[in-house]
């Protein structure tokens, strides 16, 4: 049994690169580049109705072997309300929830059970809120939908959009460690830590940062993060 799993979180900005093209295939030789076996997408959709996908699921099979989960629920979408879950062909999935959360946009966050090579994993992928005060609330809202049964073996990830170190994440604070992972934000000179990772307590990270290679720095506005991952 491997001892650890890689798992990542990228905002790929709808494919849109910092030099204004946008690109599904610069996303997909990104992604490929993390050699993740579980991946959070945000933004991987178009924002109006009927929300079609920036990235063809044939493309990341393609460059990374990493398959969708299903989380939309039209014919047309990759995620559901922009977030997304790839994994690898070794991982099975066991159930799939959306998410609602709380506040004045409308955001959702994306659940699913996964049977991994580490042992089974509950992992939220999220986009959060602009405002503080509501992205507390959604992260109520995910810790309270994980429930106490699954949280130790959890992992929430994706863009937190917090811009403080120190705050905004308060509801993960007990039952989970958030992870070090580094600025990813703007890719281009990172200066902010968007993007983050919290493991619950059966769980433990033996590496974990950005990627920031000339590629990724140009794909998007964000750089992608990781973790190696081990059972604690």
């Known amino acids: 049994m ?20 946008r690109s599904p295939e610069r996303i997909a ?25 920036v990235l063809s699921a044939a493309s990341i099979l393609r460059e990374s072997g990493l398959v969708p989960v299903e989380v939309a629920t039209n014919d047309v979408s990759l995620g559901w309300h922009g977030n997304a879950l790839l994994v690898r062909d070794t991982i099975t999935v066991r159930a799939v929830e959306r ?28 986009h959060l809120g602009l405002l503080r005060k509501y992205r507390r609330q959604q992260l109520m809202q995910i810790a309270s939908d994980i429930g106490p049964e699954r949280q130790a073996r ?30 990813s934000f703007h890719s281009v000179a990172p200066s902010a830590a968007l993007d983050r990772i ?21 794909a998007s506005d964000h750089l992608p993060i990781y973790a190696d991952i081990t059972s604690v």
């Open 99 to 126: 998410l609602l959360l709380p506040g004045l946009e409308p955001r959702g966050a994306v659940l699913a059970d996964l049977e991994t090579p580490i042992g089974p994993l509950t992992v939220v992928g999220a």
């Open 29 to 53: 030789r990104v992604i490929a580049s993390l050699k993740a076996d579980i991946v959070a997408l945000q933004e991987v959709d178009r924002r109006l109705a009927p929300r079609p996908a």
């Open 154 to 183: 959890a992992v929430i990830l994706g863009d937190f959009n917090e811009w403080r170190r120190k705050f905004g994440l308060e509801p993960l604070w007990e039952g989970y460690h958030i992870l070090k992972t580094g600025p």
């Open 2 to 21: 491997p001892d650890q799993l890689r798992i990542a979180s990228y905002n790929v900005h709808k494919a849109v690169g910092v030099d204004y093209r």
């Open 198 to 218: 919290a493991l619950g307590q059966a769980l433990q990270a033996s590496d974990s940062g950005t990627l920031r290679t000339a590629l990724s720095k140009l």
